[in-house]
């Protein structure tokens, strides 16, 4: 279980960074630093033996000590991390010092950060408008994450999309229940011991299923809403996908993100789902996701295609007419993202039209699932 850090365990931290830094530093000396520090109203006092090759913290009080500073822990915090200027700190009688205090120059400043190589990966003209510098994909990968594949109600409103899509360029349908897939466990062994690759890496799919998606320009994450968001299978495979970035960070568009360790500048990404509901704000959890992970997996968003009462408008004959125009319109919408990288307002209007649930209609439903108790009907 981790421990809430008390001073001298973060002084230790602060000195064995600071040693890292030491070998290179220009100005090694021989001396000691003696800290009289105060944190909730408990005095602790340690201080830093440097030498010619080493820093190291003592807890305790020095026989001579070379300066001496007095202080809150928090302020002496802010003076080592810059944030307190050491002028106005003993002005304001925030710090108190004794003895030479040029010999804090023993301590580096420079971060480490100079020195690591972080890969180059920035924002592109075609992330920030992808519309205005689209390419046609030449392959589109459709993976389809219903744990149900080709019996579920996604691959059934899929279809159209996929046949407009094919229309134009090289599409292929990729089942996601044909693949294991384990949780990822948070080790960060594909960032520490093994770069790049999961602990899982000979155990499971994950990576086969990666390299193909890495294949496809375009690719349509494709799934029915389950408990509000994702099936978690398809969110296992964004966690796992983590072991295809680097751990580093890196400016995005105005927030952090880590740079990719294998770089597709056309990709791009589709959003299709369906759920049981009649209502579209039961996609707004799932868009927010993928506006998120758009960001910081570098892929914009293309197109978004949501259909709520996805199993009602299949079941009921009376909705039998619009069905027919949504799928019109999926086809439509299939041709007209690889022409353009954009769907259609109007298209998307006709997508997405709503039917409202009536009271007879949750009747029918709710007469629909009695019907249903008992029956092992799994390909409802
Ligand atoms: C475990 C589970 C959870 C579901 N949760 C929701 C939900 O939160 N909101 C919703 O509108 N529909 C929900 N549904 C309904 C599905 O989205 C709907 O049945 C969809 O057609 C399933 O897709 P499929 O036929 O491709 O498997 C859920 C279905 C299942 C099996």
């Known amino acids: 279980m981790k421990e809430f850090l008390a001073p001298i365990p973060v002084m230790e931290k602060m000195v064995e960074k600071l ?27 340690c201080f830093i033996q440097a030498d010619y090759e080493n820093l190291k913290l003592n807890e305790g009080i020095a026989k001579s000590p070379t300066v001496t500073i007095k202080s809150t822990f928090y302020n002496w915090l802010d003076l080592a991390g810059g944030k307190l200027n050491p002028v106005f700190g003993v002005m304001s009688g925030k710090l108190k010092f004794k003895g030479d ?32 510098y689209w390419k046609k994909p030449r392959k589109v990968i459709v993976l389809n994450a219903s744990p149900r594949g080709q019996n579920g109600y996604t691959d059934f409103y899929l279809e159209p999309f996929i046949e407009g899509m094919k229309k134009k360029t090289v599409v292929e349908v990729v089942h996601f229940n044909k693949y294991q897939i384990k949780p990822c466990t948070g080790c960060f062994s594909c960032w520490m011991n093994t770069p790049g690759k999961c602990k899982y890496h000979e155990n499971d799919d994950f990576h086969v299923l990666a390299e193909k998606m890495f294949e496809a320009d375009l690719i349509v994450y494709a799934f029915p809403i ?9 969110k296992n495979y964004f966690d796992r996908s983590v072991s295809r970035a680097y751990p580093y960070m890196i400016n995005g568009m105005k927030r952090v993100r880590h740079p990719r360790r294998f770089i597709n500048k056309n990709h791009s990404m589709v959003i299709f789902s369906i759920c049981g509901f ?32 996805a199993v ?9 007419k619009k069905l027919n125009n949504i799928f019109y319109a999926l086809e439509n919408a299939g041709e007209q993202i690889i022409d353009s990288g954009k769907i259609k307002r109007k298209t998307k209007r006709i997508i997405t039209q709503k039917v409202v649930g009536k009271k007879q209609d949750l009747v029918k439903i709710n007469e629909w699932w009695n ?5 092992k009907d799994y390909n409802y």
């Open 312 to 320: 009602g408008l299949y079941g009921n004959p009376f909705t039998y």
């Open 101 to 132: 205090t040029s010999f804090f120059k023993v301590l580096p400043r420079k971060s480490l950060n100079g020195s690591v190589l972080v890969p180059e990966d920035p924002v592109t003209k075609f992330e920030k408008n992808p519309s205005k």
């Open 226 to 234: 389950y408990a509000d968001g994702m099936p978690g299978v398809l």
């Open 278 to 309: 009649f209502e579209m704000i039961n996609f707004e959890p799932v868009r927010a996701y993928f506006k998120a992970l758009a960001h910081n997996r570098h892929i914009p968003i293309v197109g978004e295609i949501y259909r709520t009462t």
């Open 371 to 375: 019907e249903k108790k008992s029956s």
């Open 19 to 45: 040693q890292q830094l030491y070998s290179d530093h220009d100005k090694k000396a021989e001396g000691i630093i003696q800290f009289h520090l105060k944190h909730n109203k408990e005095n602790i006092d």
